[in-house]
Structures are given as structure tokens and as C-alpha cells.
């Protein structure tokens, strides 16, 4: 069980250029949130998703897009990369809540994805 | 908007027992997670209260307290692998968290 998985890992980018990271999820969440976290702090959110074919915009949400096309899939775009965005990249999926117990409240994180833009 | 506050660091020696604070100012949440985060990896799940009270989940326990804006994690019998940093998060709606800046634990033998 593979559980969230994001892509790239890594990846080096000049001011200016675009890419696209990639969360899949194998869990059937309906929930899926792309966070980022810079050097000694907490993570903020960027974007978020409740469903197929919908976004939000979280705490961060400026020089980002996103797309949610297919349930177990949310991509994160950067149509300009600028210096302010290196940081770590990570994605989250939870299933909605369900009430008070502890299985419906766990959200799962990826690995993360160390973004450099120079 | 929201805010959490946390101690930066804290230092214990293994097998005692640490309580991590958490502060917050909000307008309305949810719930308290708390997710603890090894350097370089991922954040982990470790609890949620979305009521006031104890939450206990083998050696580690949380607390939430709404009317003093106030929750911590407690950590019983540390260990080495417990050395790590801990978020407080709140829940805005939807899952949707907000994160403190973290307090490094360091356990030492």
C-alpha cells in the first residue's frame, strides 16, 4: 500500500520557469492538501481540494495553482518559479470527517518534494 | 485569522516524562492535532481533541482546553527515537490545518 505518494522528490529550478508536482493517492480520500514548509517553521497551506474536480485557496495560495481532475490525483503548479518558493513541498489526504474517533481524523502525509528555485 | 504558540525547544532525559504547550488565538476551530516530524522526513498523525479533556493514546497524551485556549502533548517513558520536532494544528474546517512553528525535543541519555 503505497499510500501518498508525490513527485518529483527533488528538483532545481531557474527563476521563471514552470513545473508541476504531482500527489496521487491510493486511499480513495475524498480530502487531499498541498502544503509547504520553509526552514524551521510549521507548515502552511497552499491549496486544498474536498473532491473531484474542486479547489480552495489556504493560507498561501499566491504564484500557485492546482487541479484536482481525478480523485486520487492533486497537481500543484508554478507557472513562474520565483526564489520566495524554495521550500519543501508536502501533500496530505484524509478521508471527510466522520465523527469523533481517531480514524477519521488522521491525515496522511507524503514524503515531501525539496523544491530549489535559484 | 489564527495563530498557535509553542516553545522552540525543549530537553528531557529518557524515560521521564515531558509536556509540550500549545497556545492559540482563533475566531473558531474545529479541533487540536498534534503530528510529529523527524528532520527530513514527513509529519505524522499522533492525535486529535476536538472536545476539552485527554486524549490518550499509549505514551502519549493530549490536552485541549477551549475556554483557556490552551492544549499540550504529554509525553510518558521517553525514549531516544522520541527526539523530534512536535506541531500543534488547528482544525479550521474541512481538515484544513494550521500549523505552530514546532518545539524540537531533544531526549539525552
Known amino acids: 500500500n503505497a499510500g501518498v505518494t508525490q513527485t518529483p522528490k527533488f528538483r532545481v529550478l531557474k527563476t521563471g520557469q514552470s513545473m508541476t508536482l504531482l500527489c496521487a493517492q491510493d486511499m480513495n480520500h475524498e480530502y487531499m492538501y498541498w502544503y509547504r514548509q520553509d526552514p524551521g517553521m510549521g507548515l502552511r497551506l497552499i491549496h486544498y481540494?474536498?473532491?473531484?474536480?474542486?479547489?480552495a485557496k489556504g493560507e498561501v495560495p499566491d504564484g500557485y495553482n492546482v487541479s484536482r481532475l481525478k480523485k486520487q490525483n492533486f497537481l500543484l503548479g508554478l507557472e513562474s518559479a520565483a526564489p520566495s518558493q524554495t521550500s519543501v513541498y508536502f501533500c496530505?489526504?484524509?478521508?471527510?470527517?466522520?465523527?469523533?474517533?481517531?480514524?477519521?481524523?488522521?491525515?496522511?502525509f507524503g514524503e515531501g518534494s525539496w523544491l530549489t528555485v535559484v | 485569522g489564527q495563530s498557535l504558540e509553542q516553545p522552540s525547544e525543549v530537553t528531557a532525559v529518557e524515560g521521564a516524562i515531558v509536556q509540550i504547550n500549545c497556545t492559540y488565538q482563533t475566531s473558531g476551530f474545529y479541533g487540536l492535532s498534534w503530528y510529529q516530524q523527524h528532520d527530513g522526513g514527513a509529519p505524522t498523525f499522533l492525535s486529535y481533541n476536538a472536545l476539552d479533556g485527554l486524549e490518550e493514546t499509549g505514551r502519549f497524551s493530549s490536552f485541549l482546553s477551549r475556554s483557556d485556549s490552551y492544549g499540550y502533548l504529554l509525553l510518558q517513558e521517553l525514549q531516544m527515537k522520541d527526539s523530534a520536532s512536535y506541531f500543534c494544528?488547528?482544525?479550521?474546517?474541512?481538515?484544513?490545518?494550521?500549523f505552530g512553528s514546532g518545539t524540537r525535543l531533544q531526549v539525552q541519555p
Open positions: 496530505a489526504s484524509t478521508p471527510p470527517p466522520t465523527g469523533l474517533g481517531i480514524s477519521g481524523n488522521t491525515i496522511y
Open positions: 481540494s474536498v473532491g473531484e474536480g474542486t479547489t
Open positions: 494544528a488547528l482544525d479550521t474546517g474541512r481538515r484544513a490545518l494550521t
